[in-house]
């Protein structure tokens, strides 16, 4: 579809063009490596699906019905008070893969509440034939009930509606639905509002999906994909993506693909990306708006969600983040260019990324607790404060980036003493300790479990000074200090039963837990010059035992495990960090500046004035 000014999005289109015969040949290839890297879901796979959901859509309609009953509806009404399911997320934009979730929305009429939904809907997936690991979490952000049905995962959200039924035939687009609805039903709709405006204000559904699998696959390879890590999330990927093809409305997705690199390269950030123009609508609630609101002008990569209300799905990107994610971008357009000179494949593009390769040293960010449960709750709000670790350390002097890795690592441990647990809390796992087993460790005194999740950063220092004398003392004390308070200050820490820690390691003592099979570098390829007494102590499987016994919840500077010539200061550096826009490695400043063809302005996409 066009709108009245005859194209889709805020500016006309860079070029209307047929892609060429040989953009046309790269498609086909493209379109190949992806199946060979398994991205498509299998027929069978498809129909399961279908078959799932629809069992689902008849218990969403049975749990209307039965609550609408003991709310006092007649038979006839409650019958008619309906009930219906929307998708959203991969599945609804046509890109999932084998074994990903359907994310779900249930929408139910104005007498069902969201206390039915986990008292009374909750059971009901329980007793649902084929199902398993069903369990709600009514107090996240967005209430959620994650499931499997017959093997297939779904992630279940409710929005209950201003209406006294919800029709078979129900769309979701009318702003006015979001009238008189809490904050969480708004939340809610929003996903399959997004989802449904993005393929709205596409010009050719097939060539975008296309186009957003092989974008996908590309993010997550290169641990470049995850919102809660400053990062893009599956939102502001789609969005993206979907901008592009509205500037090139006739062109294949290998032709996508390559102008998709090279323009956001060169994209006037924070110039937003917007599919449409920002609208107001019948709520009080705010949209984004920079001009009205300091936070949303301090976003470094604005990209705008298209349905009512607009908001900005890249608020958590910081200056670090933007800079990794701007030199993927660059190496990405080098790759599809030689791909498209035959010089290259595409699976050269979904390389794995070199995260724990890259950096001479890194932090570890060790979460900790004694139960499964407590754990994944621990563990995530930590890793959502882990933004907050890299904006302060962006301000350390000498350090040009803080890279956070996308996911965290989980480990049990058994543990037959307190100094084993004290160990375990600050990453010190030992071989006895890894190959221990919970039958091990059975019956004896003083014998426990510890559930641990360990995060990364990877840090970038400034080369020092031509002519300078001496080590150079790293400051970190102050971001990792705040850091562990600002966790501390979750409404449910409990001292006894959860432990924080933050510490530096060489990467020759990285675990092998970070590694793939056969990845491991050689040892010697990460050895350092030494520089007096105490360097290249630590071992090449895990960090050297700290000196000392330490409280489980505190943050530690290892020094041993520090990088030789470079020590870490307990006293506060202040100062900007220099030389932030600095390359992060010599490798991708020694790539040429990507352009476009001939005769096609990035200039336009922008509606920058």
Known sequence: ??????????????????????????????????????????????????????????????????????????????????????????????????????????????????????????????????????????????????????????????????????????????????RNLDERCVRSLGGSRVNDEALRLVPNVEVYRDSLRCIKLWAQRRAIYSNVNGFLGGVAWAILVARICQLYPNATAGAIVSRFFIIMYQWSWPQPVLLKQIEEGPLQVRVWNPKLYPADRSHRMPIITPAYPAMCSTHNVTASTQMIVTEEFKKGADIVDKVIVGTASWSELFQKHDFFHKYRYYLQVIASTGTAELQIKWAGTVESRIRQLVMKLEYVDSLILAHPFIKGFDQVSHCITEEEVRQVAQGQISDLIAKRTKADIEGLDGASTVHSTTFYIGLLIEPKPLGAVGPRRLDISYPTTEFTKLVKMWEKYDEDTMGIVVRNIKSSALPDYVFDEGERQPKQALKRPKTGKGSGKSSNTSPDMPNKKRRRSETTQDNENGIPGLSFSSAMLHGETNGLYAPINRAVSEIKSPQLPLGENAVVATGAK
């Not at 066009?2 to 860079?14: Q, R, S």
């Not at 953009?23 to 379109?31: D, I, N, P, R, Y």
């Open 1 to 178: 579809m066009t709108t009245e000014k005859g194209f889709l999005g805020v500016t006309p289109p860079i070029s209307t063009a047929e892609s060429t015969e040989r953009e046309k040949e790269v498609t086909a290839t493209l379109m190949e490596e992806l199946r060979r890297q398994n991205t498509f879901e299998s027929v069978e796979e498809a129909r399961l699906r279908e078959t799932v959901l629809g069992r689902v859509a008849a218990v969403v309609k049975k749990f209307v019905y039965e609550v609408s009953l003991s709310r006092g509806l007649s038979e006839a009404a409650a019958n008619a008070a309906g009930g219906k399911i929307f998708t959203f997320g991969s599945y609804r934009l046509g890109v999932h893969g084998p074994g990903s979730d359907i994310d779900t929305l249930c929408v139910v009429p104005k007498h069902v509440s969201r206390e039915d939904f986990f008292e009374k809907f909750e059971p009901m997936l329980k007793e649902l034939e084929g199902a398993s690991e069903v369990s709600g979490v009514p107090e996240a952000y967005v209430p959620i009930i994650k499931a499997k049905i017959s093997g297939i995962p779904l992630d279940l959200l409710m929005a209950r509606l201003a209406l006294s039924s919800i029709p078979d035939d129900l769309s979701l687009k009318d702003d006015n639905l979001l």
